[in-house]
């Protein structure tokens, strides 16, 4: 079966976008192109879509083939926007989106190396074009990086006691797959009884956020993107941890008490998924969704 994806709090990211009126929207992680499609169906005129991922971007290219004419996919990191943009000649959009974090099909889609649930090649990268994998990662990082990688980015308590595991194993044979690393974070930990989540959860979660540079730069990517913005248009961005959560609402916020006020934020507490989606979509229960206007 092939792994999909389906997209998180589309009305709710339509309602602030309202591209019924037509008009340019930029898709900054534009993925399998769920959300964009729905963009499109609402009547927008031109769509620019945005993933690092290139295996993301044929399967939106497929998604998306009825609107061909009107779409434009780019290879590029979001952070990246304003010269995707400017290679197009554009230089403001009627909306822009960011829907943050793997997609499901990254996820589940083997060979990735983002999940326990199989063994493959410890991978993680979003970008296979590029960088380095989560196995160069832990190869290379000294313990105490490992430490406070897996502690800030995975909110893990037994960070230290993981990083001294890894240090380690890598003595005997390289981790560079996803079941030896798994193996060793769950032998790191000490079990209580039932577990809710599996012990690996946290430190696959840090790995990953690491791998992908995934809060660097942020809070600049919002700012440029709220550059972008024509008057009255709006920036929707749905995050899936609190972490990047917390960055957006600073972000949005800094950015509306800022000295030229461009925007004003039109979330005063981020949306959440309605039960019904949650229901249909467990994914979504983590979602979070924050909104801003520029302002004239
Ligand atoms: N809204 C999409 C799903 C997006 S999932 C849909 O409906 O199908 C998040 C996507 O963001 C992934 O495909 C991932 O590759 C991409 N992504 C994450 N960080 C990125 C970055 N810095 N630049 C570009 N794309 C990024």
Redesign the pocket.
């Known amino acids: 079966m092939t792994a999909t994806?389906v997209?998180v709090m589309t009305a709710e990211a339509l309602e602030f976008l309202a591209p019924g009126r037509g008009g340019v929207f930029v898709?900054?992680?534009?993925?399998?192109?769920?959300?964009?499609k729905a963009i499109l169906e609402a009547g927008a005129t031109r769509l620019i879509g945005?993933?690092?991922?290139t295996e993301?971007l044929a399967r939106?290219r497929v998604t998306l083939a009825p609107w061909a004419g009107k779409v434009e996919l780019v290879h590029?990191?979001?952070?990246e926007i304003s010269s995707v943009l400017e290679g197009l000649r554009i230089q403001h959009v009627d909306g822009a989106?960011a829907?943050?974090?793997?997609?499901s099909?990254?996820f589940d889609e083997a060979g990735r190396g983002f999940s326990f649930q199989r063994d493959e090649p410890l991978d993680m990268r979003?970008?296979r074009t590029s960088g380095e994998t989560a196995a160069d990662l832990i190869a290379r990082a000294d313990e105490r990086e490992l430490a406070d990688t897996i502690y800030a980015y995975g909110e893990e308590r037994f960070s230290r006691r993981i990083a001294r595991a890894i240090v380690e194993s890598r003595r005997e044979a390289p981790i560079d797959t996803t079941l030896r690393l798994a193996t060793i974070v769950r032998r790191a930990i000490p079990t209580r009884g039932y577990q809710r989540i599996d012990p690996a959860t946290r430190t696959f979660q840090a790995l990953r956020i690491w791998v992908?540079a995934?809060l660097e730069g942020l809070d600049s990517f919002l700012a440029t993107a709220a550059k972008h913005l024509r008057a009255g248009a709006r920036l929707v961005v749905i995050t899936f941890h609190s972490l990047e959560d917390r960055i957006v609402k600073h972000t949005l916020r800094a950015l509306e008490k800022s000295a030229d006020a461009a925007v004003k934020v039109l979330t005063k507490k981020p949306l959440v998924a309605g039960d019904d989606e949650i229901a249909r979509n467990p994914r979504a229960r983590s979602a979070k969704l924050r909104a801003a206007e520029r302002l004239a």
Not at 27 to 36: E, F, I, K, S, Y
Not at 76 to 79: F, H, N, T, V
């Open positions: 994806h997209p898709d900054c992680t534009v993925g399998l192109g769920g959300h964009a945005i993933d690092r991922d993301a939106a590029s990191d979001y952070r989106l829907d943050l974090g793997v997609s099909m990254q979003m970008d992908n995934e």
